[in-house]
């Protein structure tokens, strides 16, 4: 862990985030030492809400730790809203610094056109975290790097889960003979990234394959996998599992192409409703989510497969390094 000590002043950090999800924000400040600042979040009769801040960090490095995911009501307006309140008031409070670190990112996908007309809706949440004073942002996993970083005209933090992974699946992939898979051909780089990560924790070259997908009006088809995955333990890498069906279609593939049901390693549990149902019929050995979404939108026990591994410690990680200039990189999988 690098040097917590804050370069403004000698405190460290401030840490701030909304209900629900304040849970994380704590795990991420113990492993800081730093204090998680109480936000008041009044709502109003007619729907809008009051956020503030209750104390005094004037001067301070204000970090606002909040998922921008919509929680179990899917209301990911209302959480958008509420931190952008958030950061305005910090800004206005005379905070000397305000970071904003958005473990799971809303609008990460809708980062280009598809249709003609279409909106860049991942430009405009960069705009709206701009506009109320956020000076640099953070991200885990976003769904594409470089949209991510052109999106944002401050600072960018992007951080990945490839050595939480790796770190996490080695041990019980030594014996096997492991093929890395996308689950998509849009996840090519990141299972690149993360099988030569990989390579290294096991010391030895590992294979690749995709799947292809093609999704349009909602409608998923595409059936091929490209690659030699017979006989082998399948380590599928992705950003984020909401219906389960990308994964259940390309762990099907690699079945019916003779590979073992595969293991399954995921940043954001995003789980829409019909999540569970598809994920427990689906040839999937082990499902791996962070707690980037917290509280979780599937509990563990409803699903066998799935296992939560913490990201808390990459991002309280990552905001040591903010403030200490530490290589933010040599965290995560690079
Ligand atoms: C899409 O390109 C993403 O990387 C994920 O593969 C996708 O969003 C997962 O969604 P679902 O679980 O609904 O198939």
Redesign the pocket.
């Known amino acids: 862990m690098p040097d917590k000590q804050s370069t403004i002043g000698d405190l460290p950090p401030a840490i701030l985030a909304l209900e629900p999800g304040a849970a994380f924000a704590d795990r991420v400040a113990a492993i800081l030492g730093a204090e998680r600042v109480p936000v008041e979040e009044r709502v109003f009769e007619d729907g809008e809400v009051k956020v503030r801040a209750l104390a005094e960090l004037r001067a301070r490095h204000a970090v606002i730790v909040q998922s921008l995911d919509g929680g179990k009501n899917g209301a990911v307006h209302d959480r958008l809203c509420r931190t952008l309140l958030l950061a305005g008031s910090l800004k206005d409070a005379g905070v000397a610094r305000l970071s904003c670190v958005a473990p799971y990112l809303a609008y990460a996908?809708k980062d280009r056109r598809t249709k003609p007309w279409d909106p860049l809706s991942l430009r405009y949440v960069a705009q709206m975290l701009e506009a109320v004073g956020v000076e640099t942002m953070m991200a885990l996993e976003v769904?594409d790097l470089a949209a991510f970083e052109n999106a944002f005209r401050i600072p960018t933090v992007p951080l990945d889960t490839h050595r939480l992974f790796a770190t996490r699946l080695a041990p019980e992939l030594e014996q096997e003979d492991v093929v890395v898979v996308a689950?998509?051909p849009?996840?090519l780089k990141r299972a690149q990234l993360f099988q030569e990560l990989l390579e290294r924790e096991l010391d030895r070259p590992l294979r690749r394959a995709v799947a292809d997908?093609r999704?349009s009006a909602g409608v998923?088809t595409g059936e091929q996998l490209y690659g030699e995955v017979e006989g082998c333990r399948p380590v599928i890498i992705?950003?984020?599992?909401?219906?389960?069906?990308?994964?259940?279609?390309a762990s099907a593939a690699l079945v019916a192409a003779g590979a073992k049901p595969a293991i399954v390693a995921v940043a954001h549990g995003?789980f829409?409703a019909e999540?569970r149902d598809?994920l427990d019929t689906a040839d999937i050995e082990k499902l791996l989510v962070t707690d980037s979404i917290d509280p979780p939108r599937l509990d563990a026990d409803a699903l066998s497969s799935l296992e939560v591994v913490s990201c808390a410690e990459l991002v309280a990680g990552a905001i040591a390094c903010l403030e200490s200039g530490g290589s933010i990189t040599a965290l995560s999988g690079a």
Do not use: E
């Not at 992705?238 to 994964?247: E, F, M, Q």
């Open positions: 996908r769904h689950p998509d849009g996840g997908k999704r998923v992705d950003d984020l599992v909401s219906s389960g069906g990308t994964l259940a279609r995003v829409s999540a598809t």
